[in-house]
């Protein structure tokens, strides 16, 4: 097993690089954390806030802003810079100018001799996961974008507030594109191991019509809440930390992070959603489920949604 010094680099420190931080120093995830930001200021205070709050906390962490070379014998890089979605702007509209911002970051940390995994959180993530890979010349296994885990934990707690069941007892997954045309995968979704549809047509709990509000509803909620309060961080703070922390103990946990497909669901050449085995090498295994005709056709226009974006300019 590879040796880890437990230490993590989150790069870009505004409301999502700064949530990851706080949500990984409260489960003490990690003993070195570093940020860095193009604006030097804004990482040096935000490193001191939340080194102020480190003495009730899971464990001493080491907090500090830093530049490129603190890279060199991270375990992890977090990389969330880039700008973010505005009111009525769709994810993959971002492209242009968080590639650019990707590629010459993703340049400036392999300068450093780093030798660990990318975690890529910024939009349109699939899309940015590819362009970190190009950019960093490492085997596609080695970089984990935080593709629909988000929207996973978005569907499973719309579940447990419908089934007033905890989200924790629900298990299914969102697929694909973590945007616009992400896929809900209903016939692999189960309670309590359960399939959902047996589940709520025994209970009485929801309509079959019911479902299809519940995934539109997941798709649609980073737009409700941008709408009320600009942007969206929490959610993809805790997502984040749980991608990192399976990374960093070597979990082997199963989780939806955007990984490169070779012929697995019948797609090669992309990066997207789907449940992958993640430990300290990255993206382990894809878990390649069995999707009815309807999942396969959506999962199949998601994926292409993103190579026409990757086709346009690469
Ligand atoms: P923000 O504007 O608050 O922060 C972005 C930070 O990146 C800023 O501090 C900025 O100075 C920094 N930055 C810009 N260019 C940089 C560079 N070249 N080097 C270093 N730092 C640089 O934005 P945010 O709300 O934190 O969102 C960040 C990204 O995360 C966006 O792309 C957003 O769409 C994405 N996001 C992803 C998810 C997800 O599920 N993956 C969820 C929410 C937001």
């Not at 590629?103 to 660990?116: K, N």
């Not at 697929?175 to 616009?180: F, K, L, S, V």
């Not at 309060?229 to 979990?251: C, D, H, P, Q």
């Not at 993103?306 to 300019?313: E, G, K, T």
Request: hydrophobic share 35%.
């Amino acid at each position: 097993m590879r040796k880890t010094n437990r230490k993590v680099i989150v790069i870009g420190t505004g409301f999502v690089g700064t949530s990851i931080a706080y949500s990984m120093i409260n489960q003490g995830i990690m003993n070195d954390l570093v940020l860095i930001d193009v604006n030097k200021e804004k990482a040096e205070g935000e490193a001191l806030d939340l080194l102020d709050g480190i003495s009730w906390g899971q464990g001493n962490v080491n907090v500090h802003s830093g530049s490129y070379s603190d890279c060199k014998d991270a375990d992890i890089v977090v990389i969330t810079a880039g700008i973010n979605q505005q009111p009525g702007q769709t994810r993959l509209e971002l492209v242009d100018t968080n590639a650019k911002i990707m590629r010459s970051i993703v340049g400036d940390v392999m300068s450093s001799g780093f030798d660990g995994i990318f975690v890529i959180a910024s939009n349109p993530v699939d899309v940015l996961t590819y362009v970190a890979w190009k950019a960093s010349g490492l085997d596609a296994s080695r970089i984990v974008g935080t593709g629909t885990t988000l929207d996973t934990t978005r569907f499973r707690k719309e579940l447990s507030s419908k089934l007033e069941v905890d989200p924790r007892s629900i298990h299914g997954y969102i697929i694909g594109e973590h945007g616009d045309s992400e896929v809900a995968v209903w016939s692999h979704t189960t309670v309590g191991g359960k399939p959902i549809l047996e589940y709520i047509v025994k209970n009485n709990h929801l309509e079959i019509s019911d479902l299809k509000n519940i995934s539109n509803k997941v798709k649609n909620a980073a737009y409700e809440i941008i709408n009320k309060k600009n942007a969206t961080y929490y959610g993809i703070g805790m997502s984040t930390a749980r991608v990192v922390k399976a990374i960093l103990n070597n979990e082997n946990s199963i989780l939806p992070v955007s990984s490169y497909l070779e012929g697995q669901y019948g797609e090669e050449g992309i990066f997207t959603g789907v449940p992958s085995i993640v430990n300290q090498s990255g993206i382990r295994e894809i878990i390649e489920l069995n999707l009815d005709p309807y999942e396969t056709k959506k999962f199949k226009e998601s994926v292409n949604a993103l190579r026409d974006v990757i086709n346009s300019f690469s």
